[in-house]
């Protein structure tokens, strides 16, 4: 028998406690939380009051355990203490850390499913190809309750991983100049070599779902203070590795911000990518209950593709806690600060691959109600220019 190990990544700043913009007492989370919630499972205990983390386990061969990472930032783990304030030592340690996580509870034939939004999407994805690429930590080699070691040999498996992909890469020329003085700033023993047997190859990923991976790096462009420094991290190519079995992607339809433009997987079997009404956290969340209808679609859609008996995922008996709404409220990231000082659309015409469909909230929506949730003098019919010009007898439509 085979069990499910989980690992989900929030978005940039979102977890449990984040926020509450209602003031209802009722934290504003995202779907990622929303479906670590909706796992089968109990609650670790020596996890609960973590400030940047829990997990859940479902004891027995065939069970589950999982692992839930906040979107904010933990300047005290031992993972970014171990990487020195190196550039992007968040986004390093957020991988290292599921990867850690991963390599602990791994044992041949687990299914691995990858979780995330936003920055949590590039997580996932990074991490998926990580595994694809090095396999996990052999725990004949290291003490997997030693998490000082483990982070160390997390950190000198990423790099040699990004080496490999940069290294396959054609004039990857400036990109490999660029990842070189990373790598002179990484502590030291992220560079020693690989040792014979560090590693264990793992043949399949059962699934990666993600909500919006966006920006050509998978991550907003403003996430870095330096735009060369951060393209070290961008995703070798936008093909999803043979070893995942299926990829889930919910994508914005309405987002307009530049630095949001969607992140598409190359076509493949095994891949289903669907536009959903609403701007970016419309579909990945982290609204208040009230203004989460349109997210709670997105959550809904990806829970049942996940639990599909072919994917596989483990989800506890009650009903799941969530209201869709084909008509809930709407957002408009881009009027406020400091957001509406940066550069914006409206996307038009967006390049969608061909094999994007269209969730069919869409067309319960279109023509009925304003795309925003603010009061307009004149009532306005939703016809998203985005999706304007691909509809026709073509479109693919999802439910």
């Known amino acids: 028998m085979a069990k499910n190990i989980v690992f989900c990544a929030d978005g940039t700043w979102n977890g449990p406690n984040s926020k509450d913009d209602d003031n209802d007492g009722i934290p504003d989370t ?11 499972g109990h ?6 009051l973590l400030a940047s ?20 930032g933990d300047s005290r783990n031992i993972a970014i203490r171990l990487l020195g304030g190196v550039f992007g030592d968040g986004l390093i340690a957020r991988i290292v850390r599921g990867y850690t996580y991963i ?49 160390e040999l997390g950190i000198k498996q990423w790099r040699r991983h990004r080496e490999a992909r940069l290294a396959a890469r054609q004039n990857a020329g400036g990109l490999a100049g660029l990842f070189s003085g990373l790598v002179r700033r990484l502590p030291l023993f992220a560079s020693d070599p690989p040792q014979p047997g560090e590693t264990l190859p793992v043949d399949t990923i059962r699934a990666i779902g993600v909500w919006d991976t966006v920006g050509s790096l998978g ?17 070798a190519d936008t ?24 992140t598409f997987w190359d076509k493949r079997d095994g891949i ?51 209201k869709p709404d084909f008509f809930g409220a709407s957002h408009e990231p881009w009027t406020n600060p400091p957001f509406s000082l940066l550069p914006k659309g409206p996307r038009t015409p967006i390049p969608f691959p061909q094999d994007v469909g269209a969730h069919i909230s869409i067309a319960h929506r279109m023509g009925i109600d304003p795309v925003s949730g603010q009061p307009v003098a004149v009532s306005l019919k939703y016809l998203p220019t985005a999706l304007a010009q691909q509809l026709g007898t073509n479109t693919v439509w999802i439910s």
Request: glycine share 10%.
């Open 239 to 262: 093909a999803l590795n043979d070893k995942v079995q299926f990829g889930i992607h919910a994508i914005s339809l309405d987002e307009q911000r530049a630095d949001f433009t969607p």
């Open 43 to 48: 609650p670790k205990q020596d996890s609960v």
């Open 103 to 151: 390599s602990r509870n791994y044992k041949p034939d687990d299914a691995i499913f990858l979780i995330g939004f936003s920055r949590g999407a590039y997580t996932a994805r990074a991490l998926g190809g990580m595994i694809a690429d090095v396999g996990v930590l052999n725990p004949a080699n290291y003490d997997p309750d030693d998490k000082e070691q483990a982070y």
């Open 272 to 322: 289903t990518q669907a536009l959903f009404v609403g701007a970016h956290s419309d579909v990945g969340g982290g609204y208040p209950i009230a203004e989460s209808g349109l997210s709670d679609i997105a959550c809904d859609w990806m829970l049942r593709r996940l639990a599909d008996p072919a994917v596989g995922l483990r989800l506890k008996p009650e009903p799941w806690p969530f």
């Open 53 to 72: 983390e829990q997990e859940i386990e479902e004891p027995g061969p065939d069970g589950q355990v999982a692992k839930y990472l906040h979107g904010v």
């Open 219 to 235: 991550i907003p462009i403003y996430l870095g203070a330096n735009g060369s420094d951060i393209d070290v991290f961008r995703f």
């Open 30 to 40: 995202t779907n990622v939380w929303k479906l670590f919630n909706t796992l089968a």
